[in-house]
């Protein structure tokens, strides 16, 4: 029999099109938020499922739908200000819990503080569950098993193509894409978790032919690979969504820890996300979406810098990725469970054939020639 699924957040853009990907594979989630007329108007439209009403940040609220081995999955962000009661309601439950979130200091904490709790409690936490940051943990994977003995470095690049005209990115990413952009992040450098400011590196990789800049940020790849590969002495993930600002947010990353110790100026960047995000709609252009690629790329160094493998992986644009791999995933962990408990990455929880199984199912797959 499988586990409930329940899922915060399917009123809004990324929450909605999970609960569509969830109801096209037949499961059954509990649509759970604070908005009953908009939670069974949801519901309605996907075929009549339950919904509940719960607050996302009232821990106890949210403890009271879900029990042992249940599936608890959250695309309710910013997460670092929203996301925390979820975690501790699935951890004291003993639920497998599952999240939306790009957010690197909200990933950090969940693989520091909370995964040692839900070993104790047997919960099974998978933040960053979607694009951010399946596929790049599956392309290292991937070509570290093909690279064998000797890898010591694997650089992993997110990249997207064919973006139409308008608005490519919900509110609820610009947020956090602008968060990021502000804060401190880390990278696995020298074989330990070291904090550096967001864009601290900068490098071009080979995407769709072209050269593409992209700068560090921080992952689930930092906490997935060097389990897999424990002589990776080097793990740095790049994000090259900025096209040649690429090169600006680099040399912005110079003076963020400065900017840091400046009275104010966390507020004053504060105010001007907001201001750019009330201007942004919920929904990103259809228009835009349409024509849009994915591309992921992880190549595996030895340490005289030799490149021992290369994986590229594409996919859809990034929403439908996100969707599919929560659905993906909470029906695989309500039906058969998952392989452990703690704070896990994909490959840990799946297996990587299985895990490279249900990402080909959600659309990413290995771009031509690779």
Do not use: C
């Not at 072209?210 to 590969?229: D, W």
Request: cysteine-free; hydrophobic content about 45%.
């Amino acid at each position: 029999m499988s586990a409930r699924i329940v899922l915060f957040g399917a009123t809004g853009y990324t929450g909605g099109r999970t609960a569509e990907a969830m109801a096209a594979r037949g499961l059954q989630p509990v649509l759970a938020g604070r908005d009953p007329a908009r939670l069974a108007a949801a519901a309605e439209r996907l075929g009549g499922l339950e919904t509940a009403r719960a607050d996302v940040t009232d821990e106890g609220s949210v403890a009271a739908l879900v029990g042992p081995g249940d599936v608890l999955v959250s695309t309710v962000g910013p997460f670092v200000k929203l996301g925390r009661p979820a975690v501790s309601a699935a951890v004291d439950a003993g639920a497998i819990y599952l999240d939306s979130t790009g957010e690197p200091p909200f990933i950090r904490e969940v693989f520091e503080r909370r995964g040692p709790a839900a070993e104790r409690t047997g919960a099974t936490l998978l933040t960053a569950f979607g694009n951010d940051y399946v596929p790049g943990v599956l392309a290292g994977a991937l070509a570290l098993r093909a690279a064998g003995e000797g890898a010591t470095r694997v650089d992993v690049g997110y990249f997207i193509t064919g973006a139409g005209r308008g608005q490519a990115f919900s509110r609820g990413t610009l947020r956090s894409v602008i968060g990021v952009a502000t804060e401190q992040v880390y990278a696995w450098r020298d074989g330990a978790l070291r904090t550096e400011p967001a864009g601290a590196r900068l490098r071009t990789f080979d995407v769709a032919g072209r050269p593409r800049p992209g700068v560090t940020i921080g992952g689930t790849e930092q906490f997935a690979l060097p389990r897999l590969a424990p002589g990776l002495r080097t793990a740095d993930v790049y994000l090259g969504w900025f096209g040649a600002a690429s090169h600006a947010v680099h040399l912005g990353s110079r003076v963020t820890p400065w900017l840091g110790r400046v009275p104010g100026t966390s507020q004053a960047l504060a105010a001007m996300a907001g201001l750019l995000t009330r201007t942004a709609t919920e929904a990103p252009s259809a228009e835009a979406l349409a024509g849009m690629r994915s591309h992921f790329v992880a190549e595996v160094f030895d340490d005289t810098g030799t490149l021992l493998a290369r994986t590229r992986l594409t996919a859809p644009e990034a929403y439908t990725i996100t969707a599919d791999l929560l659905a993906w995933g909470a029906g695989r962990a309500a039906e058969h469970g998952v392989r452990g408990s703690g704070a896990l990455d994909p490959v840990a929880a799946f297996g990587l054939d299985e895990l490279t199984a249900g990402a080909a199912a959600a659309g990413i797959v290995p771009a031509d020639g690779s």
